[in-house]
């Protein structure tokens, strides 16, 4: 009778900080269902650019010396998301990149934005973007692509004057087996993330559980291509320096933090960056320890790290809304007789149909201050701002065009 009461009396102490984490994630989604969301707009004036050209456009990122913005935009992922289990029969459209001069941003939108032209790039029909960085000093452009083979990080030589993006090669690796997004240390070393320990597309229940109680199944895992650079047998160094539950973002703060969203966690996890272990590769492997962690009130998504030193989180309030769009964007985006055929219910719907978006931005010194929580501009999963010329961009997983303010 007390050992039983003892083990009942454990089982809850035990449990009870996972259930009330979870119970916090079910209040956010209380809260932020459609009837009761608040909306806030601290953005000022903003505008949403290139909707009939552009979208689901997951990542952007800022040559800042240049003043262009770099988009990943895939419209394929109305039928192929690997991240979120949409796999739909048929032909899928690839992945585009495109620089966007946000220099002007009150050019004619037909001059500001210019699709990159594809140089030896074998895999084009079957690209799609996720996380991108980039290394500047040599040029280089890594992009997650979820090919329908093995996910890869595909890299690309850049040329920003005769727009062109020359594919250099694809790095494949088992411990890179949902990647998604990336953080650049220099041109042969980053990290990346994979959300995932189960994958949407081989284990489903085992992925919702994995995401739902919020087991760390998600890494950050340092890649070296050095190796593989020098020679195109060589191997491509991999190795698992964090865990964090649905690990999407990351992004390194400054020289001794590196930031990664949870975004089953609706968190952001800080991590010092300690001393190389000794290791006998060329390059020693960094040391993430766990440090903190700021709560949010929506699941974040991506992370971006401003040139004085903010920290911008964009992500989703509302998971089943979300969910419900992303499902249903092939019918609503779709070739005009699709929707015509589809119910009526669904025609509604489509009409005026939104995921709500939410941007924050924290600094150590003024905390956490909310941009924009709102439906006019769906499923916000990016944001980025360049802190000197005073504009900011917001891009949506499933959303037409980008939000420019
Ligand atoms: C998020 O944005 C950063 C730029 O700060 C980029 O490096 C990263 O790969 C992006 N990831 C995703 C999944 O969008
Ligand atoms: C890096 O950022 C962390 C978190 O804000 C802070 O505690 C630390 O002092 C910063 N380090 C440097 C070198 O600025």
Not at 166 to 184: K, Y
Not at 248 to 260: A, M, P, Q, Y
Not at 296 to 317: C, E, R, Y
Request: proline share 6%; glycine share 6%; net charge negative.
């Amino acid at each position: 009778m007390v050992l039983r009461a003892t083990l009942t009396l454990l089982a809850v102490a035990l449990l009870a900080p996972v259930l009330y984490e979870r119970a916090q994630i079910l209040y956010l989604f209380w809260r932020n269902a459609p009837v009761r969301f608040t909306r806030i707009d601290n953005l000022g004036s903003h505008d949403i650019k290139f909707a009939d050209r552009i979208r689901s456009c997951e990542d952007a990122l800022l040559v800042e010396s240049q003043g262009l913005a770099i988009l990943g935009c895939d419209p394929g992922r109305e039928r192929w998301n690997t991240v979120m289990g949409v796999f739909l029969p048929g032909p899928v459209p690839s992945a585009e990149l495109y620089a966007y001069d946000y220099k002007k941003t009150n050019a004619p939108e037909s001059e500001s934005l210019r699709r990159l032209e594809f140089v030896d790039f074998e895999y084009e029909a079957d690209f799609h973007t996720l996380g991108m960085a980039y290394d500047e000093a040599s040029s280089t452009l890594f992009a997650t692509s979820h090919r329908q083979d093995k996910p890869t990080i595909e890299m690309f030589k850049l040329d920003l004057t005769a727009y062109t993006a020359t594919h250099l090669r694809s790095i494949q690796h088992d411990l890179l087996h949902g990647p998604n997004a990336i953080a650049v240390i220099n041109s042969h070393e980053f990290y990346v993330t994979n959300n995932n320990h189960f994958l949407v597309k081989n284990h489903p229940t085992l992925n919702h559980l994995e995401t739902y109680l919020g087991v760390p199944g998600g890494t950050v895992v340092h890649i070296d291509v050095s190796p593989a650079l020098k020679s195109p047998a060589g191997p491509v160094q991999a190795n698992v320096v964090a865990r964090v539950p649905f690990a999407n973002g990351i992004d390194i703060l400054n020289e001794t933090t590196v930031v990664v969203a949870s975004s089953s966690r609706a968190a952001v996890y800080f991590f010092s960056i300690g001393p190389k272990s000794d290791s006998l590769s060329s390059t020693p492997t960094p040391v993430l320890t766990y440090s903190s962690q700021l709560r949010v009130p929506f699941l974040a998504d991506n992370l971006s790290v401003t040139k004085d030193g903010t920290l911008m989180i964009a992500g989703h309030p509302h998971m089943p809304t979300l969910g419900k769009f992303a499902q249903t964007r092939n019918v609503c985006n779709g070739p005009e007789d699709e929707l015509t055929r589809a119910a009526p219910e669904m025609r509604e719907y489509c009409a005026k149909s939104s995921a709500p978006s939410w941007v924050s931005e924290w600094t150590e010194a003024g905390g956490l201050k909310h941009l924009y929580a709102d439906v006019r501009y769906p499923s916000s999963c990016t944001a980025v701002r360049d802190s000197e010329r005073n504009v900011g961009i917001i891009t949506g997983l499933y959303a037409k065009g980008i939000l420019v303010y």
